[in-house]
């Protein structure tokens, strides 16, 4: 899963990305409007936490742009102004969800992962493929109740899978979806964690549709 | 705002001091008038009476020397007043001695007064006399010769008559002139009445203002009063600018405070130790400190405005279109009303916090469903707003309800950051005096009633 972070304060933007980057997610970072409303409309994200308050073109502003050019990934908003009539207008917006600062960051990361989830269409918190189960909230996986451990890009890549359960995921859209931009983009690597991921579960799991991608199986 | 209105008194009214005035003024004039007018009639009267008597002189003049003897009894003249005793219209016929030659018939018992002094240009003498009777009488007397004696002609008017005449007229006079002060009077105390019209209703329009009912000073005003309620209008403006401004710096201070509250409160929260948790518990603290300044300085903001309303029915379709996006999982059924709904009398904001703060309460605490309706309820005295949010959650025990109520806790004697975000939704329902009650839903969980302040229908049939 690969976010987007507008934030214009440093060390907010910095936390918000650490904490992110710590729950699995790859992240991309941007510290005014313009820059986040460039990379929201050419980078393919699965969520975005933007601030309100932003320098050079105001959070409002960028999300009824993203909106109007059709972009729908779930956006949750980031602001001081908590009153109602603050919120609405956000909503009215085009956001998704609606933070008030100070925010404890476990709060973000909850609405994040509903964001995600409800974009996907999965009702639950744990996502299961066979005998393979993952808990979003704590990044999870067992096999027949046996824990299993994987790196964060393991995860991720299985996380994405399963979130898009049933369906033909290519290698490009894979790329594009669990590395942040700065990444070197290499699409073997996406091959060799394929590879690892097929060892640590259930052969069967992932499947390579030839000439297309990859795909977790609907049960 | 004391020392303003202790400075503010009450003395005299324009429209008495008006009424005062004019009919003053116009006792005065009544009376001045009537004065000249009897003056001029008796002038008048005075004039044509001498006229009268020139002409008679000059008649008995004409006629003795016609005749050539004084003594004739040709001699005469036809207006019969002289023929009538003590009428004060008498004539003779003299010589310089007093001696008597003729006289007129009606001269009964009298001595007619012999005249002194040097006769004027025509040869005349006049004056005025009293006869033995005590009538006023106007005399002219001229000499004639007839060869080789001369002769004093007198003639006399009665001058009683005029005066009498004139004191009917004055008294006819004031009768008429009074009752036209008394009608003048009367129109000067409308006419007073009317000028004041137009301040009353600037009253009344000022009176609309402060009761919410319209946002400034409406309607036509005369050139003289117009100023003042552009006046008005214009105070009003730079008071809501002032409060508008002053809200804004504490909300830009507040907010601004919030980011690196976070900051202090996440690198915190990801780290270990006393110093760690000393930043996490003071910046809750700080958190809590400005989310209850920022409300109450919003509320302090608030009661100063005046002149505003909002539609409920806009604010919860707007809301119930929200919690759609927010609690996916939750039906949230709101039934609009089936007549008219009065508005809300105050800020649409306020009314969004209040019941944003319900409905997402509601939608937190429910299994998947609940229920929004709006109408009206009908007081003693006013129409009052009847909104009911009600949820299918575990609902509050009647305790656990009376304490989330508990009246006379104000926001400024709690604990800061304490609650649901039901401080400020109670704290601005007393604002705006209405009421909250939280009862038992039959959806099984908890229903609030809110009841608020409506302007009145006709205010809000304006637009």
């Known amino acids: 899963m690969r976010i987007l972070v507008v934030e214009d304060d440093t060390s907010l933007n910095r936390q918000l990305k650490d904490a992110l980057t710590d729950a699995g997610y790859a992240v991309d970072v941007a510290f005014d409007g313009e820059e986040g409303h460039y990379l929201g409309e050419t980078e393919p994200y699965d969520a975005v936490v933007l601030d309100i308050g932003l320098p050079q073109m105001d959070g ?30 956000g909503i009215d917006a085009g956001a998704d969800d609606y933070v008030a600062k100070p925010f404890h960051m476990e709060e973000v990361l ?16 744990e996502i299961t ?16 109740g046996q824990a299993v451990k994987l790196t964060s890009h393991e995860l991720r890549l299985l996380s994405y899978l399963m979130h898009h359960k049933g369906k033909v995921i290519s290698r490009t859209e894979l790329t594009e979806h669990l590395y942040d931009q700065d990444f070197d983009r290499d699409s073997n690597t996406i091959e060799v964690f394929v590879g690892r991921l097929r060892k640590k579960l259930p052969e069967d799991c992932i499947q390579t549709v030839r000439g297309l991608g990859y795909q977790i199986a609907e049960d | 705002m004391a020392a303003e209105t202790a400075v503010l008194k009450r003395k005299g009214s324009i429209t008495a001091s008006l009424f005062w005035l004019s009919a003053g003024w116009l006792v005065v004039a009544l009376v001045a008038t009537g004065f000249l007018l009897s003056d001029l009639y008796s002038r008048a009267l005075d004039t044509s009476l001498s006229d009268t008597l020139d002409f008679h002189l000059e008649s008995l003049a004409g006629a003795v020397l016609e005749s050539g003897d004084p003594t004739s009894n040709a001699i005469s003249l036809a207006d019969p007043r002289f023929d009538r005793p003590r009428s004060g219209w008498y004539w003779a016929i003299r010589d310089a001695n007093g001696t008597l030659y003729n006289l007129s018939t009606s001269v009964v018992g009298i001595d007619l007064p012999v005249m002194m002094g040097p006769p004027d240009a025509l040869g005349r003498r006049t004056a005025v006399m009293e006869d033995a009777f005590g009538t006023n009488m106007r005399v ?61 209703r600037l009253s009344h329009s000022i009176e609309a203002v ?20 552009e006046e008005v209008n214009e105070l009003l403006r730079s008071n809501t600018q002032i409060i508008e401004r002053a809200r804004n710096q504490v909300g830009n201070l507040a907010h601004g405070l919030k980011t690196p509250i976070a900051v202090l409160r996440n690198e915190a929260g990801a780290r270990q ?41 806009t604010v919860l379709l707007r809301l119930t279109r929200v919690m759609g996006k927010i609690h996916p999982k939750v039906d949230v059924r709101y039934d609009s009303p089936e007549g008219a709904v009065p508005w809300f009398r105050g800020d649409e904001a306020d009314l969004e916090e209040i019941t944003g703060n319900l409905l997402d309460n509601a939608c937190k605490w429910s299994r998947g469903e609940v229920r929004v309706r709006l109408g009206s309820e009908q007081g003693e005295t006013a129409t009052s707003l009847l909104i009911r949010i009600e949820d299918n959650g575990a609902g509050l025990s009647e305790e656990d309800a009376q304490k989330v109520l508990r009246r006379g806790v104000r926001l400024d004697e709690k604990t800061p950051g304490s609650g649901l975000g039901l401080d400020i939704v109670k704290e601005l329902v007393d604002v705006y005096g209405g009421s909250l009650q939280l009862k038992r839903s039959t959806l099984g969980g908890l229903l609030a009633e809110l009841r608020l302040p409506t302007v009145r229908a006709t205010s809000a049939a304006k637009g």
Do not use: C, H
């Open chain 1, 110 to 125: 909850a609405r994040l992962r509903a964001l995600v989830r409800r974009a996907a269409g999965l009702a639950s918190n």
């Open chain 1, 129 to 144: 493929a066979g005998a393979v189960r993952l808990d979003v909230r704590s990044g999870r996986v067992t096999v027949d």
């Open chain 2, 140 to 200: 002219v007397e001229r000499t004639i010769t007839l060869a080789p004696n001369t002769y004093q002609v007198v003639v006399t008017g009665n001058l009683s008559e005029i005066l009498q005449l004139v004191e009917e007229f004055r008294g006819q006079a004031f009768v008429v002139l009074g009752a036209v002060g008394v009608m003048l009077a009367i129109m000067s105390a409308i006419v007073a009445r009317i000028a004041m019209r137009p301040i009353a």
């Open chain 2, 273 to 313: 130790g006393a110093l760690a948790d000393v930043v996490l518990a003071q910046t809750d603290k700080m958190s809590g400190l400005v989310s209850t300044y920022l409300d109450r300085a919003r509320l302090a903001a608030r009661t100063a405005v005046v002149g505003k309303r909002a539609d409920p029915a």
């Open chain 2, 210 to 229: 402060r009761s919410g009912e319209s946002g400034a000073v409406t309607g036509t005003y005369p050139v003289e009063i117009a100023p003042l309620a």
């Open chain 1, 60 to 89: 409002l502003s960028v999300l009824e742009s993203w909106r109007r050019q059709g972009k729908t990934m779930p956006v949750l908003l980031l602001t001081a102004r908590d009153r109602w009539s603050d919120k609405v207008q």
